[in-house]
């Protein structure tokens, strides 16, 4: 079996540990991998995962190999790689994986080059590096694809580009856009998750501080609420009136980043766009201001101004933090390099919310596999009744009931005609 990662064994019987804490968190991802081992709905296909390799994931490459795929993963993201996990995988669970935590540029893409060696069928991404490589360098395995499942947002924007250009030349389903999804994962996992990462980084004390989130979408939400939660004030910046009023009417100051960089003391961007803290904003900001990310790419934060405008740069004053002293002699603290914080300094989404996810992708890897040469080259979506399957199931393991229509009701909701 070929591989690349850290060390298996300085590392697998660490991983191991935290793949198996974190399964008993997903007990979703648990029935449907119960189902698969019985049914093998994917026997027969080879598969090729690009995700953030954590132990959520190492769950879901378990349940897809447990239906019967040949799986091999790669990192979607340098930075977010746990290596205990990449080893345990390769040594326990007999899955190979392409994926070191801070690889360079290069080796992060000889990693992506080797998942597409595999000559998949199925490819899951999270960001949609490797779609896009299908598409730009490696066209002749292109031609074996049924399908591509997308999990994040940022990919699913590259996607909708691609299909809007008639480039696309497989069919994607947009797992990120599922409710199952977006609503838990991007809203609560990133919300949490990326707090959790800021304060492992610095330990910085919420309560009292100003706050500032770029971006009100799912995530922004999600870390707008609970940075509230912690004592902070929040102010949120956005570019759409509509997100910018639900922001306002949720509680939050709303203004442009040019009035926030004067007072905020963190900055957090979730907004899947490019320089949206620039250097006219790095100048205003004050003494010790803390900056980071936890959209999908490093780009948010413009990390060549703010080296450029830096008189001096201290490399790690402290783990994943960075000092870049200015012309004017402020310092900005940067963290985890300006990549997902919350992947960086700790440990991504919580199994909890996961499971959700990681269900609905590897009920849609069995959807794809059963529709196969039935589906055009476009962007789809994830069918209401696996949506509802991982809501039914994810109610039930929380021990939690809820209503049903009676025929009165359904006959009233079904009517054009009854007021009363
Ligand atoms: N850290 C993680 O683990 C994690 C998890 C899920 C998604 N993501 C990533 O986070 C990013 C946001 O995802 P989302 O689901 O919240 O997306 P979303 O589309 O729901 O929200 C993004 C928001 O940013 C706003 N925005 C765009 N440009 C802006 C600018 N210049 N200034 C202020 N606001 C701006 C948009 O108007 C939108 O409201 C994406 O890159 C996504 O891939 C990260």
């Known amino acids: 079996m070929n591989y690349h990662v850290k060390d298996l064994k300085k590392y697998a019987d660490e991983g191991k540990k935290r793949i198996l804490w974190a ?10 991998r119960d189902e698969f ?26 349940t897809v190999k447990a239906g019967g795929a040949d799986l091999v993963l790669c990192a979607s993201n340098p930075l977010s790689t746990q290596d205990d996990v990449a080893a345990s995988l390769v040594r326990d669970f007999k899955i190979p994986v392409f994926a070191i935590r801070a690889e360079d540029r290069k080796t992060y893409y000889q990693h992506i080059k080797a998942a597409i060696d595999h000559q998949p ?14 598409h730009t360098k490696r ?33 994607v389903i947009a797992v990120n856009d599922a409710a199952t999804k977006n609503l838990f994962d991007n ?17 910085f004390l919420l ?28 102010i949120v910046t956005e570019v759409d009136k509509i997100k910018a009023l639900e922001a306002a009417m949720d509680g939050f100051l709303v203004m442009p980043m040019a009035q926030a960089a004067k007072v905020g003391d963190l900055f957090v961007t979730l907004t899947g766009n490019k320089h949206v803290i620039r ?35 201290r490399r790690q004053v402290r783990n994943h933090v960075d000092e870049f002293t200015l012309k004017n002699n402020k310092r900005i603290f940067l963290l985890a390099e300006g990549r997902l914080i919350n992947l960086a300094a700790a440990e991504g989404h919580p199994a ?33 009744t696996i949506e509802q399957k991982v809501a039914h199931l994810k109610l039930k393991s929380m021990g939690l009931k809820i209503d049903t229509l009676t025929p009165v009701q359904t006959a009233y909701l079904a009517s054009s005609t009854e007021g009363t």
């Open 352 to 384: 909890s919310v996961m499971d959700m996810s990681f269900s609905t992708q590897a009920l849609v890897g069995q959807f794809v596999v059963k529709q196969k040469g039935k589906l055009a080259p476009k962007v789809h979506d994830v069918p209401q």
């Open 279 to 313: 250097p006219e904003h790095f100048r205003k900001m004050k003494d010790g201001a803390i900056v980071c990310n936890s959209g999908h790419f490093d780009v948010e934060l413009d990390l060549v101004g703010l080296k450029k405008m830096a008189q001096k740069t």
């Open 23 to 32: 399964d008993g968190d997903m007990p979703v991802l648990q029935q449907v």
């Open 187 to 203: 809203r609560y996992g990133t919300g949490q998750s990326t707090m959790d990462g800021i304060i492992r980084a610095t330990d």
């Open 121 to 134: 069928h199925v490819t899951m991404d999270d960001g949609c590096d490797l779609v896009n490589e299908l």
């Open 207 to 234: 309560a009292g501080k100003r706050v500032v989130i770029a971006g009100y979408g799912w995530c922004g939400r999600g870390c707008a609420m609970r940075a509230n939660g912690m004592g902070a004030n929040v």
């Open 139 to 171: 066209q002749k395995e292109a031609e074996n694809i049924i399908c591509s499942l997308e999990e994040t947002t940022t990919g699913v924007i590259r996607l909708r580009s691609m299909e809007k250009q008639n480039s696309l030349l497989f069919p």
């Open 37 to 62: 081992t019985k049914r093998k709905p994917l026997k027969g296909m080879r598969m090729s995962a690009c995700l953030h390799i954590t132990a959520e994931t190492a769950n879901l490459a378990r």
